[in-house]
């Protein structure tokens, strides 16, 4: 097996991986790191979630270091250009991560917040730049960076770039780059446009593709249970009490968030651990290994500390929250149903994250079936199944109030049981109580089990900060809109 010390990684690099967690190259990192190393252009097929950012940050990381040059003020030695805020933040990140034992600085240009800080973490000149194009246009307006020193080109998600209206940016901004370049290309998909810029921006580049990651939804059993906010810790609660949950891996969006479920099961007589960027190493292990020994069935972790681990018989993924990154559902709920096991992905869907879902069923092209209590109560088909439908089409038919019971909860034409009427046992259960803002069900707490503390407290909607794609507008200027 490939090993990340068989691609030929510098030592510092490959310390950094493995305090991430990081063991084998994934497909499309095997397959680029090496030629990126030696040199080559890529043209790398493949989607978020398949490790490509690894695949190009740790051999550009690798380079840099071969040289001691540091770029002259207001200039930069690479550039990752990516469509959306959200990607940019996470590829920085990353990089952040993969360069802990290098001395390399980062800068993120995106638009939707002030300027000023990035012309300032510009001036003296940076390492690497992630950016979005628009913001990165008004930056080269303005003279506050310059592309003369790039020896590191990226381009990130090309065909969404192209979907986004970005192609004439692209090209304003490749036309500024110095000839003598690397240029890595990465997009899921390679219609013709995409093909053609792609050739007239590489030079003799190795290709790599790999299958979708959408793909691998199609093997888990998945569900959404609509619930308000406030509703989803003892939503949560409801679920642990069933035992077919041997080891359950619970997302959170945010590190407090996953602090907060953490101390609520604690308190609920059930054993988590959280991990995330603010604990330390040593906790994050033995989180770590407490799960793996089968010593707490329960880890909550967000989507950055979640990368890298790597442990057979999970049984349930849990989102808790539901990622605003499509990809992100794919990635978390891939970590079940590995090596052919069986899996089950329930996610907790809060009346402010019902257009995350959308995106989610969209990128699938499934419909994520409705239950109302716990996994395993419904024999919830999977997900090759289920036919897609927009949930925008039925809009009409949303909010009606009065539904009796065992009906979705304003998931228009979502249905519980996948369709097969009388099979919601937590239905049953429950009478046809409907309780909370939206009718949705608390779940039903068994006579062995401890009560749920009350902590029902309503709080502020979470803010989606939704895909935070600049589009170009007719004035010049940017406008963030969501996908
Ligand atoms: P990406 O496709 O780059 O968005 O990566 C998807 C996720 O996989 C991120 O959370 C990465 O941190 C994680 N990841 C990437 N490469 C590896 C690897 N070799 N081993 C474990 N996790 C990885």
Known sequence: ??????????????????????????????????????????????????????????????????????????ACRVLILSPT??????????????????????????????????????????DVVV???????????????????????????????????????????????????????FSATMPPAIAKLASSLLTNPVEVAVAPVSSTAERIRQSVIFCPTR?????????????????????????????????????????????HGNKSQNNRERALA?????????????????????????????????????????????????AGADGEAVSLCGEDER?????IERLIRQKVPVIEGKPGSVSAPTQAEVPYRDPRAVRGRQGQGGKPQGQSHGGGENRSNGGRPGQNRQGQQQNGQRHGAEGAPRPSAGPSRPAAPAQHRPRPAAQGAGQGAERPRGDGRRAQQPR
């Open 85 to 126: 805020r959200e990607l940019a933040s996470q590829i920085e990140a990353n990089i952040i991560a993969y360069a802990k034992f290098l001395r390399v600085s980062t800068t993120l240009v995106f638009g939707g917040v002030p300027v000023g800080r990035q012309i300032r973490a510009c001036a003296p000149g940076v």
């Open 1 to 74: 097996m490939t090993t990340f010390t068989d691609l030929g990684l510098p030592a510092p690099i490959l310390q950094a991986l493995a305090a991430e967690g990081y063991e084998t190259p994934t497909p499309i990192q095997a397959g680029a790191i090496p030629h990126v190393l030696a040199g080559r252009d890529l043209l790398g097929i493949a989607q978020t979630g398949t490790g490509k950012t690894a695949a190009f940050s740790l051999p550009i990381l690798g380079r840099l270091t071969l040289s001691a040059d540091k770029p002259r003020p207001r």
């Open 355 to 359: 257009s995350f879902l959308r995106d």
């Open 231 to 275: 509703d989803k810790q003892a939503m949560l609660h409801g679920l642990l009490a069933d035992d077919t949950i041997t080891r359950a891996l619970v997302f959170t969006r945010t590190k407090h968030g996953a602090d907060k479920v953490v101390k609520y099961l604690n308190a609920s007589g059930f054993k988590a651990d959280a991990i």
């Open 131 to 185: 950016a979005t194009p628009g913001r990165l246009i008004d930056l080269l307006n303005q003279r506050a960076l310059t592309l003369d020193e790039v020896g590191y080109f990226v381009l990130d998600e090309a065909d969404r770039m192209l979907d986004l209206g970005f192609m004439r940016d692209i090209q304003k901004i490749v036309g500024l780059l110095p000839k003598k370049r690397q240029s890595l290309f």
């Open 290 to 338: 407490a799960f793996k020994s089968g010593a707490s069935r329960l880890l909550v972790a967000t989507d950055i500390a979640a990368r890298g681990i790597d442990v057979d018989g999970v049984s349930h993924v849990i989102n808790f929250d539901i990622p605003n990154i499509s990809e992100t559902y794919v990635h978390r709920i891939g970590r079940t149903a590995r």
